[in-house]
């Protein structure tokens, strides 16, 4: 049995006050906080080892690099896959999506493809292929979700007419970033297959919460963030399958990538250099590196778990405040839960709930579309990790039913 109250107690940014109040920090959806040992990892790497990568032989650029390649082999490791060498280290979901809709797109998509997405997506998994299909005179078309909260997730029976073989892309989330769903990504995988499609998983909001195998789930690209997951801002990972990276040209060129070059022109190294022109971020790889060490000392099934029913219990106890309206699934949702008042602006709950130390969000998460599908500008969300408590939702209650009062609710 974990103890989350010690698990607690390895974060020290949650040990404040703000506004005369313990801090209840619940936008973990947009960042989560990081664990002392991350913490320390970024500040031993940059106090004994601080060097560049690679080239280097001396003493501490070979440790910088047995650090940065040692991190690859780490995060590998965390996602089941076959090799360092289908890791690209990235800035995170945005940049690795983005990868993977130049590169691999500038050389597979001509007119007549089609692009198959939802209308769930976050819109670092949704303006890349509107670019793409611009480009390419493919057609993106969008899964539909269903509900006029959606809380009937994406509409699987529409998938058997979208899946066609002119799909020759299938992206799609893992987790919901506004909705708190969770699709069903194996049978997406498997079903995108059938029609030789191939799949590109955004994997933004469930790295940190579920365990994730790439070769169970035997998709093509998998896309995440090392800030949702404990690690630092400013790295991320695409995974990709190695005979699709072998084939793919790189989006940015430069030093470090080449084998040879002369005035004419160059030649390229594989995966994953091809793919990492310039001076990488190595000291938040290493810090990444340590993020997965710390989630896998916790039991990340157990993570999932305690994530999730902190998710539904928010859901049922929010519910029974009144004129709320919350979206997503009733049930099997993940830690985030997100609302709206029809009086009561989501700007203004979160500034008013600041007051009671309380972290939320609000706005369109970047799920415009779908937020003007839904007949909102804005929702309010909150969204809760592994230092969160049962506790921290009945101050959140508290604090909305206090708000709600001052708008004459
Ligand atoms: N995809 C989803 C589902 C997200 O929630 C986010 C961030 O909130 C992203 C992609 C983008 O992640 P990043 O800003 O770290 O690139």
Redesign the pocket.
């Known amino acids: 049995m974990l103890n989350w109250d010690s698990v607690r107690a390895d974060f020290p940014v949650l040990n404040q006050q703000v506004n005369g109040e313990p801090l209840v920090y619940l936008d973990n959806?947009?960042t989560v906080q990081k664990p002392r040992i991350v913490i320390q990892s970024l500040v031993d790497y940059y106090e004994r080892d601080n060097s560049n990568v690679h080239r280097g032989l001396h003493a501490l650029s070979m440790r910088a690099t047995n650090g940065y390649e040692g991190a690859r082999t780490r995060v590998a490791k965390f996602i089941n896959a076959a090799d360092p060498a289908e890791i690209i280290f990235t800035r995170?979901?945005?940049e690795s999506i983005n990868l993977v809709a130049h590169s691999w797109s500038k050389a597979h998509l001509k007119p007549g493809d089609v692009i198959l997405t939802t209308e769930i997506e976050?819109h670092?998994?949704l303006v890349p292929w509107q670019q793409a299909a611009k480009a390419s005179g493919a057609t993106l078309k969008y899964v539909p979700v269903l509900g006029e909260n959606a809380e009937g997730g994406l509409d699987l029976d529409a998938l058997d007419e979208l899946l066609t073989p002119e799909v020759k892309l299938f992206a799609f989330?893992h987790i919901s970033?506004t909705l708190g769903s969770i699709n069903p990504i194996n049978e997406f995988c498997r079903r995108a297959r059938a029609v030789g499609a191939i799949t590109v998983i955004?994997a933004?909001?469930s790295i940190g919460h579920v365990p994730l195998d790439v070769r169970e789930l035997d998709c093509d690209f998998l896309a995440f963030?090392g800030?949702?997951m404990c690690g630092p801002t400013g790295i991320?990972v695409l995974y990709g399958k190695q005979e699709l990276l072998d084939k793919l040209a790189p989006d940015e060129t430069g030093g470090g990538m080449v084998v040879t070059v002369d005035y004419e022109g160059a030649t390229w190294k594989p995966s994953p250099e091809r793919f990492e022109a310039g001076t990488p971020n190595i000291a938040d790889a290493i810090g990444l590196a340590a993020a997965c060490d710390y989630l896998d000392s916790l039991d990340r099934a157990a993570i999932a778990k305690h994530d999730h029913e902190l998710g539904q219990l928010a859901y049922e106890k929010l519910s029974t405040i009144p004129g709320i309206r919350i979206l997503g699934p009733a049930k099997d949702r993940c830690g985030v839960v997100s609302f709206a008042f029809a009086d009561v602006h989501a700007h203004d709950v979160v500034t008013f709930a600041d007051e009671d130390g309380l972290a939320l969000r609000g706005g369109h998460h970047?799920n415009q579309p779908l937020m003007r599908k839904l007949g909102l500008t804005s929702t309010t969300r909150a969204s809760f990790y592994i230092y969160n408590t049962a506790e921290e939702i009945d101050v959140l209650v508290a604090s909305l039913s206090r708000i709600q009062k001052f708008f004459g609710g």
């Open positions: 959806a947009a995170g979901t945005t976050h670092s998994n989330t970033n955004d933004a909001q963030s800030h949702k991320g970047c």
